[in-house]
């Protein structure tokens, strides 16, 4: 008896069910697994490439006929494709909350730790200087003038027009008309 | 159709239970096997594509098998 991915054994009171892996990844199958070992027994079997079985067995046997059991693997797939949604969701907005978390972690650490919390911000900063390896963000780097200057040759506006230099130049041509006097 | 991998039920009596190399690590059944050795003695058999554990368990446990393979699950997700 059971549908095309199910098939229930009432005898043992236990109840198959085939999921395609081009479908749901294994990291969902796992979580939804995860999730029914409260109340039932689970174990996974089947090859990770083609197919994979779940066999489920409700912990508390006393009323499962066929009907209950065909309803928990409905219950079953229902909870993997919940999981698989909210994968796929997760996995859409990460570049998203990788760009803001970026932009969070830019402000001073006080401040940062105040939005996202100590623990969360220590893991991010972890995950950013992964992220710093990227090429484009380090050719960005290497783009920017005001990096580096190696050679000491870049002089500041304020250093070579500002007001104090005024008054040290004016004093050293003093020194030299004094010198030459 | 898949057959049940657990082979014994009754309390105090051994059991034994197939994994499937595939979807569980052996890591994470040695460290339930060293987990649950105040409840029951647990024996490893590793063949290329299945590891099999005995269990004999030290008190009335119903469904061991099954419930040692729920905690395989449990370490696996949880270890990420």
């Known amino acids: ?181 | 159709m898949t057959k049940s991998n657990e082979q014994g039920k009754e309390a105090k009596e051994k059991a034994q239970i197939k994994f499937s190399k595939k979807f569980y690590s052996n890591e994470a059944i040695k460290k339930a096997a060293i987990d649950y050795k105040n409840i029951a003695e647990i024996s490893l058999e590793e063949d290329e594509s299945t590891i099999t554990a005995t269990i004999t368990p030290k008190e009335d446990i119903k469904n061991i098998s099954k419930e040692f393979s729920n905690y395989v699950l449990g370490l696996i997700v949880n270890q990420g």
């Open chain 1, 1 to 181: 008896m059971g549908d095309s991915n199910i098939t229930i054994n009432e005898a043992e009171c236990t109840v198959f069910v085939r999921v395609n892996p081009k479908v749901f990844s294994l990291g969902v199958v796992y979580a939804t697994c995860y999730l029914f070992t409260d109340k039932h027994y689970v174990h996974l079997d089947g090859d990770p490439q083609k197919e994979i079985t779940i066999e489920l067995a409700p912990k508390d046997t006393s009323s499962k006929n066929a009907a209950a059991l065909a309803s928990l693997a409905k219950e079953f797939e229902n909870e993997l494709l919940k999981h698989g949604f909210y994968n796929m969701q997760h996995t859409e907005s990460l570049a998203l909350k990788t760009i803001m978390l970026k932009r969070i972690l830019s402000m001073p650490d006080s401040i940062a730790e105040v939005y996202v919390g100590k623990p969360m911000k220590e893991k991010v900063d972890k995950e950013v200087k992964l992220l710093d390896n990227d090429p484009i963000e380090n050719m960005l780097k290497e783009e920017d003038p005001s990096i580096d200057d190696p050679e000491g040759i870049a002089i500041p506006w304020e250093e070579k027009y500002g007001k104090q230099n005024d008054k040290k130049q004016r004093a050293r041509k003093r020194s030299k008309r004094k010198s030459a006097d």
